[in-house]
């Protein structure tokens, strides 16, 4: 079966009935030539650790390693990773395994249905599932993303599902054991709404995990912020959990705060435009270009009781 109809099946069978030819993107017919060209090999082996590890080079034929290269190259920027694809590998502008360490542990996937919105290329939900959850179905609104992900899972065909979808209230009418929200509050124009809706996606007795940029006092950046067009409210931890309680959550914990560094977000060959480091003040750190305070991430856990 070639890369779409594959494509649109998986979205199909996760309740989503999404037509390729109706998403809107100049380069769609580009990203799909590249994709449809993808080789139906079977990894003997993948191991989604540190690494998200799709198979290894000799079980990659070698008249398509071309093929492979010039489709990884063909969806830049990678954002989310690492990755690699039968040896070939994918080092993206977030190591984001180190976020995956500040609160992995501090969550029980086993059996559990998880809710992986803003996932990007879904890194987090591949680890989910080797750290035992049933399925995961990841939303982002920005379809390279979700292209990327799919080539991972066009080899692997896992649980890990991402549909190219933007989250908002109706969007998704499942509930869910975990919902994740992690780097997206701040680009929503209304952070309550968005709270709103995480509740209702989590089912009583399920968890959610927040993470955002946090600065000591809330702040609404007048215009950018460390680059960013699109950040609407950078909050202070305790606003986060006065939120959480407020559309229903409970007991809001504090697991995590970690500034942001170049070593954990940066430019490199797949992701080669403006990183933290170019919005960072360059004669000090602690502060962003516009001069606001420096990128510090929070993660919360909270509860639905009822
Ligand atoms: C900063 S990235 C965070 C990605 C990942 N969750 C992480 O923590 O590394 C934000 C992602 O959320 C997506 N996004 C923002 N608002 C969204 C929404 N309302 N629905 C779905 N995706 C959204 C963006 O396209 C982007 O991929």
């Not at 395994?97 to 501090?106: E, G, H, I, P, T």
């Not at 982002?140 to 896992?158: C, T």
């Not at 991402?162 to 994740?180: A, H, K, N, Q, T």
Request: net charge negative.
């Amino acid at each position: 079966m070639r890369f779409r109809e594959w494509l649109e099946s998986t979205w199909c069978a996760a309740g989503f009935p999404i037509n390729v030819s109706e998403l809107m993107h100049g380069k769609l017919d580009s990203w799909f030539s590249t994709l449809d060209r993808l080789p139906e090999i079977q990894p003997i082996e993948s191991q989604f650790g540190d690494s998200i590890e799709i198979g290894a080079t000799v079980d990659l034929p070698s008249e398509f390693s071309d093929t492979l290269n010039h489709a990884i190259e063909s969806l830049k920027p990678w954002r989310k990773g690492p990755l690699s694809l039968f040896g070939c590998g994918i080092d993206a502008e977030w190591r984001s395994n180190l976020k995956w360490d500040r609160f992995s542990a501090c969550v029980q996937w086993d059996a559990k249905r998880v809710l992986d919105i803003g996932c990007g290329n879904g890194y987090f939900g591949f680890r989910a599932l080797d750290a035992g959850a049933k399925s995961v179905l990841g939303l982002d609104g920005y379809l390279l993303y979700v292209l990327q992900a799919a080539m991972v899972n066009w080899f692997v065909h896992s649980k890990n599902v991402v549909v190219p979808l933007r989250f908002e209230g109706d969007s998704v009418s499942d509930e869910f054991d975990i919902v994740l929200s992690m780097g997206v509050i701040y680009h929503q124009r209304d952070a309550d709404a968005h709270l709103r809706g995480l509740f209702e996606r989590c089912q009583p007795g399920g968890q959610v995990v927040l993470e955002s940029i946090v600065a000591d006092e809330d702040f609404v950046p007048a215009d950018r912020y460390a680059g960013m067009r699109n950040v609407y409210l950078i909050p202070s931890v305790s606003t986060l959990e006065t939120k959480l309680r407020n559309v229903g959550f409970s007991d809001p914990m504090l697991i995590d705060v970690s500034e942001t560094t170049t070593y954990e977000q940066r430019k490199t060959q797949l992701m080669p435009y403006q990183s933290l480091g170019d919005a960072l003040d360059p004669s000090d750190s602690s502060l962003t270009i516009e001069g606001l305070p420096a990128p510090k991430r929070a993660i919360l856990i909270a509860q639905r009781t009822h």
